[in-house]
């Protein structure tokens, strides 16, 4: 029973965020990518400091998003938080990524259902790798994570001018709240 629940969930996921595959051309064209992701520094694991939910991230605590390179070039990537701050609630996601574009590394398509698949772009990474922003063309969804589970209230403000100077509604982006010992 717990097998088909985690199913339709997963599928009401999926649908809410390929509601988005029909994306104006004309907003994709204005979200840029960082030129360049050393690929290999940016695996590991990024705290999810802020973002415009999915369905399935309200909610969310404790929220980590870790990326490990595959020998086939593809991104094993695992999405764990627990619900409402509690340690019996624990989800995780285990979606593939594929780096589309190989010059720059910063444009993945994310699969969390076969066939489908919806473009991340890296649109923020600062130079140490430390703090990185994950945005989706449609403007619906944006993450911002860290390797740290907090980062400066200026950087968390700057980021924020940031994302609203390219278009996205600041007032939808939600702190995640990260609760560690």
């Known amino acids: 029973m717990g097998k088909k629940i985690d199913l339709i969930v997963f599928t009401f996921f999926l649908l809410s965020l390929f509601g988005c595959l029909n994306i104006d051309k004309e907003n994709e064209s204005i979200m840029q990518t960082v030129e360049y992701v050393d690929i290999e520094r940016f695996m590991g694991d990024w705290y999810v400091i802020a973002n415009i939910p999915t369905f399935i991230e309200k909610e969310a605590t404790n929220a980590i998003e870790s990326y490990r390179l595959d020998d086939d070039g593809n991104v094993a990537t695992t999405f764990t938080f627990f619900k409402k701050s509690s340690p019996e609630k624990k989800v995780k996601y285990t979606p593939k990524g594929f780096i589309v574009n190989k010059k720059s590394n910063a444009e993945w398509a994310m699969q969390f259902l076969w066939p489908f698949k919806s473009k991340f772009l890296i649109i923020n990474l600062d130079k140490n ?22 980062i400066e209230d200026e950087k968390y403000e700057s980021i924020l001018g940031y994302l609203s100077s390219i278009g996205y509604d600041i007032s939808k982006i939600k702190e995640v709240p990260q609760e560690w010992d």
Do not use: D, F, L
């Not at 994950?134 to 740290?148: C, D, E, F, T």
């Open 129 to 150: 790798y430390q703090i990185t922003v994950i945005g989706h063309p449609s403007k619906k969804y944006v993450w911002i994570m860290s390797r740290n589970p907090a």
